[in-house]
């Protein structure tokens, strides 16, 4: 099954998470500095999108902001542009963590790098394989994913954590 969703969604969904992430944060007692890097070429190429520097240093942060929330499913991306090629986000950021965000709920849940992708690269073939086509100007892009159960992962992958923000 595929879906179509505008770049203005993919960006709105995008900004929301980044920014409700970044003052949650700055709310926290162990943080030294929030720095958004999402537009440093350098960071770009490793998939980063947060520098969270605490007292004990700093930690590498991706965010995955989704709507579909009802699901109850994340949304894991294998492929970014399906017709360029591209790897999705999920199979190699570099971050220590995904921040994966539902906007609509204000729920994030913490997934620990790599060891979130290397169960996932186990255990992918049992979850179901989505796609979404994004138009940008005359041509579009797919995105290709794993629809993976919220408490799946909960479950079976250890450091997972949830926080209501």
Not at 3 to 28: H, N, R, T
Not at 59 to 80: A, C, M, P, Q, Y
Not at 112 to 141: A, C, D, H
Request: glycine residues 4%.
């Amino acid at each position: 099954m595929t879906y179509s969703y505008s770049m203005e969604d993919a960006v709105q969904v995008a900004k929301q998470a980044a920014c409700d992430i970044e003052a949650w944060l700055w709310g926290k007692p162990e943080t030294i500095n929030v720095t958004n890097v999402e537009h440093d070429p350098d960071y770009q190429r490793t998939d980063v999108d947060l520098v969270w520097t605490t007292r004990t240093g700093d930690i590498l942060i991706e965010v995955k902001g989704d709507r579909w929330n009802k699901t109850r499913n994340f949304f894991f991306e294998t492929h970014s542009n399906l017709e360029k090629g591209n790897p999705g986000c999920f199979m190699y950021t570099e971050a220590q963590f995904i921040f994966y965000y539902f906007v609509n709920t204000c729920q994030l849940y913490q997934l620990p790098m790599p060891k979130t992708r290397e169960w996932f690269l186990i255990t992918m073939r049992r979850f179901q394989e989505r796609s979404t086509i994004t138009p940008v100007g005359n041509s579009y892009y797919t995105t290709v994913g794993r629809l993976v159960p919220v408490t799946t992962v909960m479950l079976e992958v250890p450091g997972v954590k949830m926080e209501q923000l």
